[in-house]
T-cell receptor, first 117, second 115 residues
């Protein structure tokens, strides 16, 4: 079946370095993607989103890249800080035109980011 | 902002008892709320979609009689785990949508431990 997955289950980086977290999706009908950050024992926190008509979007210290050709999504975190340590999930929405509904997201498996001081 | 409050944060109960978890949208009206379940080191799995004033839509494999969902108002949805068993122990998370905004706003989650 179609699913959202991640290439790397864990990622360890040095404080100050840049982090790249990858996500592969297989549903070509997906038109909206979100990255969430989840700290231990807490609910997911929105980081950044991107629509399928874009290939790049930047936020504060974060950038999301979308490559529709290979169905690949990535999250780049600049100057990674200890507070960035968490599990990161990508999520996709196939959109109402294809049977999806607003907010009905499919989540990937997650990547645990550990930042070494 | 769009704040979603979930209560309680954690609960321990005996096997066979029922537990109610509340999800409130504090500063907006949420026509749709979602309930997720998350096991340790795993992703969020959608359990059901809750629409105000109508019956919830459950995902395949989720027992509607065991996981009762009530969405009586535009700011409150509740999930009741009936006759809880140890295998129901999990992290339950709710989320809500705000009209005109596609992203989800999540509650802080409820850790349920059934003894």
């Amino acid at each position: 079946g179609e699913s959202v997955g991640l290439h790397l289950p864990t990622l360890s980086v040095q404080e100050g370095d840049n982090s790249i977290i990858n996500c592969a999706y297989s549903n070509s009908a997906s038109d909206y993607f979100i990255w969430y950050k989840q700290e231990s024992g807490k609910g997911p926190q929105f980081i950044i989103d991107i629509r399928s008509n874009m290939d790049k979007r930047q936020g504060q210290r974060v950038t999301v890249l979308l490559n529709k050709t290979v169905k690949h999504l990535s999250l780049q975190i600049a100057a990674t800080q200890p507070g960035d340590s968490a599990v990161y999930f990508c999520a996709e929405n196939i959109g109402p035109s294809y049977g999806g509904s607003q907010g009905n997201l499919i989540f990937g498996k997650g990547t645990k980011l550990s930042v070494k001081p | 902002g769009a704040v979603v409050s979930q209560h309680p944060s954690w609960v321990i109960c005996k096997s066979g008892t029922s537990v109610k978890i509340e999800c409130r949208s504090l500063d907006f009206q949420a026509t749709t709320m979602f309930w997720y379940r998350q096991f340790p080191k795993q992703s969020l799995m959608l359990m059901a979609t809750s629409n105000e004033g109508s019956k919830a839509t459950y995902e395949q494999g989720v027992e509607k009689d065991k996981f009762l969902i009530n969405h009586a108002s535009l700011t409150l949805s509740t999930l009741t785990v009936t006759s809880a068993h140890p295998e129901d122990s999990s992290f339950y998370i709710c989320s809500a949508t705000k009209q005109g905004i596609e992203k989800l706003f999540f509650g802080s989650g409820t850790q349920l431990s059934v003894l």
